[in-house]
Structure formats: structure tokens, C-alpha cells
């Protein structure tokens, strides 16, 4: 609470100094804010106290964590690798857990989701505010040394306000990929290492020494990858970003060696090397042009002359792109050689701290620091392939037989006909040459830099057939394809077809040939936020379980086994929930030690922006799939929840539904909501919708939880739970209530979902809903629609109450209530002040409200702490 107190002190000071004439308004929470231009100042306070609070609060949680460890030990934290490894059967051996450790393999995957409000410039400077409170917290500092920490702290403030958050412009895709790029030089490449020691130490303090580390996580990215709905990402851009993620972490091996060879000076003449290692070590300066001259230069400290050897490798490649390492796995054994030449001299702590860390970062980063994947939508795909055949006469109609047939027939055929690109508009050479990319990245000294084609909107396995026939036809071979196609199942609909479509999939020997790879894994994607849309919070939630289970027991029938992609968000509607707790609530048997996750937007920034927090969540992460690896059979499930949850999630879907064909409903949902002022807030590249139609079922999930996020409805993470409960009780009598409250103390999914219900409800607000509203121009709709709301919120808090014995939406969560409640009544009066800028912005055209509608939106983003 000091801490706070000083930030709000720093933070008035700076409005003293830059707003005097608001400094009163801002500290009054309860008086109305001005419209119009006047708000500006106002929301410019509001907005940086907003990300201070979530800074202090990650600093907080540091040191809380930090002060558990040292009192009761690393296992005391909830989601440390100690934790987890202490839950193991005690009969487990070293041998055991390295058999499971070996096939770990977790995939955080950073986005170009447009969900992060905030400028790259702004997230720098929220990181040396944070390095400047960890910096605070040491006790040496004397009272002088204190206040110019302080005084540094408060020019940050100052800057902050100084530099605006809003964006001018829109940015550009290039912007993007430097914003990825940043979690990584800023936080990620460091934090790796520190993870893996993380691991060491608790392996070895739970089964002893000779515990090693694994490559445990893989980082994907889709910046400069994901063209769905964004014409703007071409196959040029994906090489750039390519290019651009290679500089990036060859210029970290580079520093890493350079600094390991101005500090490890050991002569050969003191402390031979033995034989073995003599000559390895040799063999790295021999493959160097210039090895006389490293002998001559540093006579007889042959590891001098052995990073600088390495050094001149990876500088010719970052400089030229050739001459240097021909692949990952040449530069890592030339690490492994030095390490291990160390080690046979006694120089442990030499190589614990300058080799083991770069030789982690080699196995985790390679030559990319991350896969990138491609993902376009399936409409493109099928409406390319038809302007393919188009060339040589009339093609099939899509989806239909003659469709299905030809595509089976030209898959299998061991020629294709050539096919003329001129002849082509430019989305189909762009998507040919696309994939020509991927195919030249397969060949090069790190295959793993292109990552999969993921298809969104999967709805058949002609969709996925379609995709291996484009990659034939862009220079993929006919026997099997060096290409991994990932259906990416999004809607309810897709979710309960998705293992038919693997059925009929495997029936084709050219997609079977490319799918079985050496493991048996496939990749599965997963949609949250579009399910969500389309049926949702509990029935998604429902569906996606069923649809892992069900696809997880189809696979195993063809000797397969699913690993599964959560394409999660990091509000409630869009799958955001706590990492370690919607793992262990993931169906038995579906995760096995792999798990691919999505990283998006505002949620990247909150894990990744520092390198302790990006250590714990990582650990988090990897821990909380470990936990699920020494599970060998899933328990049978118990009918009677089974069909409760079937029931309920019926309910609960009809209920949405019913709402969201309402009459007037999408009239609602765009005057009672900012969703199309959203477009003025310049947060991604791509547009808000995906093909230009105005439709609600085009429209992308993220503006559509953006808006109901902005207007305090919040439906998308509630609605037709209340319903789904009432009936559920009405129908089943007294026995619902002994069913549901065992549910929700035995089962985890049932858990996740009312607490992540609880949480929506307390974030929402009738009220301030009301105000909204009052936008919609037609009474009998505005009335209607708003009554039905209300009727479901009151249903959900009382379906909520009964089963938690919580009166009050987020009573059970004593430490986030704190959080929102201090800053609710801030958030209040700018979601009443977005009100009237939005009546004024619609009546009057010309008005001047574009700045603050703008910063109004980043304010509630930011009291929120998601956009979408």
C-alpha cells in the first residue's frame, strides 16, 4: 500500500504540473467528467493511473511470490515446477521422470490479434517504470538515493504523458512484427534460461543429481503470418518477418559470445584440455578460414579461439545469410563441445553460466526465435483452387461431389499439370507463392522457422484436401508433404463435425502419408472465441471438451493422438482464464505432455513485458502441462454430470440464441455499443471484419467482445448460464441442487466455468448498460432486448449465489473485487462520459469527439485490463 501511495503521489504531481486546471476533477471520481475536447486531460490522468495500477500489481505479485519462496521453499507456489514434481507417486524414479520430461513440449504462440490498445513506446516505458520499482524495493538505498529513484520513476510518469497513448496512425504490419520481436529481446530470450535452471533445480532437489533440462517450449508467432481477414500480410511480408525474427536472435547468440569469450581467458598452457575434448575443441577453430590468425591472436586460450570461430559463423550469417552454421544442430553441438570441454577441467561455474544458458536458448530459439505460422481462412482457399481448375475449363461447384471427386483424383495422381501463375489473379499467386515460402524454409538450415498452415473455418476434409493440393501445385512433392495442414475448428457447429472430418480425411493415402508423422501427433486447433460467439460461454465450454475427447478417441482408432491448439484470449468470452487452472481442467487424457496455446494482444504484454513475470508464467505454463503427463488412463467419466453438463449447456445455448435472433438485435448491438467507432482505435493492421460483408456472423469475435466489453453488458461471458440453471432446477427438482453442488466441488470443468461466470458478472454493470442503450434509436427494440439482458444477469447472480453461497458477483475473489472496486468509480463516469461522446459523435458529424471517444475506449481497455 506504500508503494501505491507513493505512485498516486508521483502521479498527482505530474498532473500538477501538465493539467492543473483538472487536477480536482480527476481526484473527484464522482463528478461528471466535461464532453468533448475538454475530457482530453481528464482521461489522459485516468488512463496512466489505469497502467500504473498494473504494474504496481505485477510487481506486487512478485514480491509476494518471492517472499513465499524464501519462507516456505519453492514448493509453497502454486504452478512452480517444485510444486508439481512434489505431487508425483513417491515411487517415481529419475529414470520415470525423464522418460516423461522428454515429451514435454508446450507452445506459447504470440499473435497479431489487434487486442493490445497501447503504443510499442508506451510498454517500454511501462517496463522501466517496473524495473524501477523492483529497483526501489532494495533496502541499501539511502534516503538521497531513494528520492532519485523516485524522481526517475516520476519522469517516466511524465512521459507517459508527455507521448500520448493513443496511435495517429494505423499500425503497420512491419510495427507489428517489431512489437513481437520486443517481448523477446526485452524479456523472453532471458527468461528461458532461468526456466530451464527452475526445472534443474527442482528435478534435482525431488529425484536427486544428474536431472537435464529439455527443450520443454517452443514459441510460435503468427505476426507476419496470419493473413486471414488482412490483405495486407503478402508472402513479402512473411519473408521479412522471417528475416527479421533470424537477425533478432542471431544478434543475441552473437552477444552471448562475445561476452563468454572476453571472460573466459584460460590457457591451455595452465589447464590442458584431455585429449577428447582437445580435439573437438580444435575441430571448431580448424573449420574457421582465419584459424592461424585466431592462434596468433590468442596463443594458447583456444576457447577464445573457439567462440571467436563460432562468432565469425553466426555474423556471416546474420551479415550475408550464407557461410555460417548449415544447421541448428551443427551450432549447438559446437556448444555442447566447449561446455563440456569446461566441465572436464573443473570449470563448472564457467559453463553453468556463459554456455548452458546459450545452449538452452540454441535448443529453444534455433536460428528463428519463433516458428511462424501461416493461417488463412478456407473461403480463400477453396476460391483459389477454383480459379485454379478454372483455367483449363469449367471446375466443380464447391462442396459438392464432383468437387470432392476431382480433388481425390488429383491428389493422387504422381504429375500435375504446370500451372500457368499469368494466368492468375493476384490472390491465387500471392497464396501459391505463399506456400512456395514455406516450402523454402522446410529447406534451410532451420526447418522449424515456418510452423504450419493452419485453416481457419475448417468445415470439411475437402477444406484441408484442398490445401495439400496447393501445396502440390506450388512445388510440394506427390509422395507425401513436408507440410503440416491444422484444421482449425471454430464454430459449435464445426466443433461436434470435427471427428468426422479426421474420418474422412485419413481415408486419402496422401494425407494419411503427410499427417503420420514419427510421433503420431496431429495438430489440432481450437477456436474459443468464435465458438464462444456462436453458442455462448457455457456451451462453447461444453463443446470444446466434447470435441477433445471425441477427436482424442477418433484419432487413437488410426494409431494417432491429437495435440491440441487453444486458441484462447484473455478475457473470459475469448477463453481467458487462469493457465494453470483451465489446464487442469482440460479432459483427461488430451493434453499428454503437449499443448499449444495462444498469446494475445494485451496478454502478451502482461506476461511477457518483464523478464520475471515472463519466468513465472512460462514455469506456470510448462508446470501445469507436466502435471497432467503421469496420468495413464482417464477415470470413467459419471453419467449423471455428463448429462447435466449436456443439458445445461443445451439450455444455456438456446438461450443465447434466442437472444441474439431477436428482432433488432444487431440494430442493439450497434447503436447501444462502440463497435463501429471501433475502427477509429488504431489497434491492428487488419480489419474488423473478415470479407467486408456487415453481417453478425461475419463480424470477428474480438470487436464483438470489445463492444460488449466497452458498454459493462459483458453478455459474452455470461449469458444463458442463469437460464440454463433455473430450468435445469425446475426440471430436476430437489436432486438438481445435490447434483450441481457436487459438480461444482469435484468437477473442474463445472468450477471453471461458474468462477469465470462470477468474474464476468462482477465486471458487469446494468447501469451503466442502461445508459447505453438509451443510444438505440427504436424504443420497442431498445426495451426489449435491454429487458431480456437484465432478466438473464439477474438469473445468472442468483444461479451464481446458490451455487457459491456468494451474494456478491466476485465475493470469492477477495483480491481482484479490491482491484476493480478501487478502480470502478473512475470507470464509471468514463463509460458515461463514452455515452454522451457517442450521442454527440452519431447526432452531430461534425463534432470534435474523435480523440476522446478514442482515449475513452483505452481507458475502460485499460481499467478492464483487456480489450478483447
Known amino acids: 500500500m506504500a508503494l501505491r501511495g507513493e505512485m498516486r503521489r508521483l502521479w498527482r504531481r505530474v498532473i500538477e504540473r501538465r493539467a492543473p486546471q483538472v487536477l480536482d476533477l480527476v481526484l473527484d471520481a464522482t463528478a461528471s467528467l466535461p464532453p468533448g475536447e475538454a475530457a482530453i486531460p481528464c482521461l489522459q490522468a485516468a488512463n496512466i493511473w489505469f497502467q500504473l495500477a498494473r504494474i504496481i500489481e505485477e510487481n506486487s505479485a512478485m514480491r509476494a511470490r518471492r517472499m513465499v519462496e524464501a519462507a516456505e521453499g519453492p514448493e509453497a507456489i502454486e504452478g512452480s515446477f517444485a ?14 521422470f525423464a522418460a516423461l520430461a522428454r515429451k514435454l513440449a508446450v507452445g506459447p504462440t504470440i499473435t497479431a490479434h489487434p487486442t493490445e490498445a497501447k503504443r510499442v513506446t508506451v510498454l517500454e516505458i511501462h517496463r522501466r517504470i517496473y524495473r524501477l520499482l523492483v529497483s526501489l524495493e532494495t533496502e541499501r538505498w539511502t534516503p538521497r538515493e531513494r528520492e532519485d529513484i523516485l524522481c526517475e520513476i516520476e519522469g517516466e510518469i511524465d512521459l507517459l504523458w508527455m507521448t500520448g497513448e493513443l496511435r495517429l496512425e494505423r499500425p503497420s504490419l512491419q510495427d507489428e512484427i517489431e512489437w513481437g520481436l520486443q517481448f523477446f529481446r526485452d524479456a523472453v530470450f532471458d527468461a528461458v534460461p532461468q526456466l530451464f535452471e527452475r526445472f534443474i533445480a527442482a528435478g534435482t532437489s525431488r529425484f536427486g543429481a544428474g536431472v537435464e533440462a529439455t527443450p520443454c517450449v517452443r514459441f510460435h508467432s503468427w505476426i507476419g503470418g496470419d493473413r486471414d481477414g488482412n490483405p495486407n500480410v503478402t508472402a513479402a ?35 590442458p584440455l584431455p585429449r577428447a575434448e582437445a580435439g573437438r575443441v580444435a575441430a571448431i577453430i580448424a573449420r574457421s578460414p582465419r584459424a592461424e590468425a585466431l592462434a596468433a591472436r590468442h596463443p594458447g586460450e583456444v576457447f577464445r579461439q573457439a567462440l571467436t570461430a563460432i562468432g565469425d559463423r553466426l555474423r556471416a550469417m546474420r551479415d550475408n545469410g550464407a557461410g555460417g552454421y548449415v544447421s541448428v544442430g551443427h551450432f549447438i553441438a559446437d556448444l555442447r563441445a566447449l561446455e563440456e570441454a569446461l566441465l572436464a577441467i573443473g570449470a563448472d561455474r564457467l559453463a553453468l553460466r556463459f554456455l548452458a544458458p546459450l545452449r538452452w536458448q540454441a535448443e529453444t530459439f534455433g536460428f528463428r526465435t519463433a516458428t511462424l505460422d501461416i493461417r488463412q481462412n478456407s473461403t480463400v482457399t477453396t476460391a483459389v483452387l477454383a480459379r485454379i481448375w478454372g483455367l483449363g475449363g469449367p471446375a466443380p461447384a464447391p462442396s459438392s461431389s464432383g468437387w470432392s471427386r476431382r480433388l481425390r483424383a488429383e491428389l493422387g495422381r504422381p504429375d500435375l499439370l504446370h500451372v500457368d501463375r499469368s494466368r492468375l489473379d493476384g490472390e491465387a499467386r500471392e497464396l501459391l507463392d505463399l506456400l512456395g515460402v514455406m516450402h523454402e524454409a522446410r529447406l534451410s538450415d532451420d526447418p522449424e522457422a515456418v510452423g504450419p498452415f493452419i485453416l481457419s473455418m475448417t468445415r470439411s476434409a475437402d477444406d484441408l484436401l484442398g490445401v495439400y493440393l496447393l501445396a502440390r501445385y506450388a512445388g510440394f512433392g506427390a509422395e507425401k508433404l513436408d507440410l503440416r495442414v491444422v484444421p482449425l475448428f471454430e464454430t459449435i457447429e464445426d466443433l461436434r463435425r470435427a471427428p468426422e472430418v479426421f474420418d474422412d480425411l485419413l481415408q486419402v493415402p496422401l494425407a494419411e502419408r503427410s499427417l503420420r508423422t514419427r510421433d503420431a501427433a496431429v ?9 464462444n460467439k456462436d453458442g455462448g460461454f457455457l456451451c462453447s465450454t461444453w463443446e470444446l471438451n466434447k470435441a477433445q475427447r471425441r477427436m482424442t478417441q477418433s484419432l487413437a482408432r488410426h494409431g494417432l493422438r491429437p495435440v491440441f491448439f487453444h486458441g484462447r484470449g484473455g478475457s473470459v468470452s475469448r477463453g481467458g482464464a487462469p493457465t494453470g487452472r483451465a489446464i487442469a481442467a482440460q479432459p483427461v487424457g488430451t493434453v499428454q505432455g503437449r499443448l499449444r496455446v495462444t498469446e494475445q494482444g494485451e496478454v502478451v504484454s502482461s506476461k511477457y ?9 512460462l514455469e506456470l505454463l510448462v508446470s501445469s502441462v507436466l502435471g497432467h503427463l503421469p496420468v495413464h488412463a482417464e477415470p470413467v467419466a459419471d453419467p449423471e454430470q455428463v448429462d447435466a453438463l449436456e443439458a445445461l449447456s443445451g439450455l444455456s445455448q438456446t438461450a443465447y440464441c434466442t437472444l441474439l435472433a431477436q428482432p433488432g438485435f444487431i440494430d442493439y448491438f450497434q447503436q447501444a455499443s462502440p463497435v463501429e467507432e471501433l475502427a477509429m482505435l488504431r489497434i491492428g493492421s487488419r480489419p474488423a471484419r473478415r470479407f467486408g460483408a456487415r453481417s453478425l456472423a461475419d463480424l470477428r469475435a474480438i470487436p464483438w467482445v470489445f463492444a460488449w466489453s466497452q458498454n459493462r453488458h459483458m453478455i459474452s461471458g455470461w449469458f444463458g448460464f442463469g437460464s440454463a440453471i433455473r430450468a435445469f432446477r425446475r426440471v430436476r427438482g430437489p436432486a438438481a441442487d445435490r447434483l450441481l453442488a457436487g459438480m461444482f466441488t469435484r468437477h473442474p470443468l463445472f468450477r471453471l466455468m461458474v468462477d469465470e461466470v462470477e468474474k464476468s458478472l462482477m465486471l458487469t454493470d446494468m447501469e451503466i448498460a442502461a445508459l447505453y442503450a438509451e443510444l438505440v434509436a427504436d424504443h420497442s427494440i431498445r426495451e426489449t432486448i435491454l429487458g431480456r439482458i437484465r432478466d438473464e444477469h439477474a438469473a445468472s447472480v442468483a444461479a451464481v449465489a446458490a451455487l457459491t453461497d456468494s451474494v456478491t458477483p466476485g465475493a470469492r475473489f477477495p483480491m481482484m473485487r479490491e482491484r476493480f472496486d478501487a478502480l470502478r468509480p473512475q470507470l464509471d463516469r468514463i463509460n458515461r462520459l463514452q455515452v454522451a461522446l457517442l450521442r454527440r459523435a452519431r447526432s452531430e458529424p461534425g463534432a470534435r469527439t474523435t480523440v476522446p471517444l478514442m482515449q475513452s475506449m483505452n481507458c475502460i481497455a485499460a481499467g478492464l485490463g483487456w480489450t478483447g
Do not use: K, W
Open 523 to 531: 495438430e489440432v486447433m481450437l477456436g474459443y472465441s468464435d465458438s
Open 83 to 96: 510444486r508439481v514434481m512434489a505431487e508425483f507417486d513417491p515411487q517415481m524414479t529419475q529414470a520415470d
Open 609 to 617: 513485458a518483464n523478464r520475471g513475470t515472463a519466468v513465472n508464467q
Open 237 to 271: 511480408v512473411t519473408r521479412e518477418a522471417l528475416a527479421r525474427a533470424r537477425r533478432a536472435i542471431l544478434g543475441r547468440y552473437l552477444d552471448a559470445i562475445d561476452a563468454a569469450a572476453a571472460r573466459i581467458s584460460i590457457t591451455s598452457r595452465i589447464v
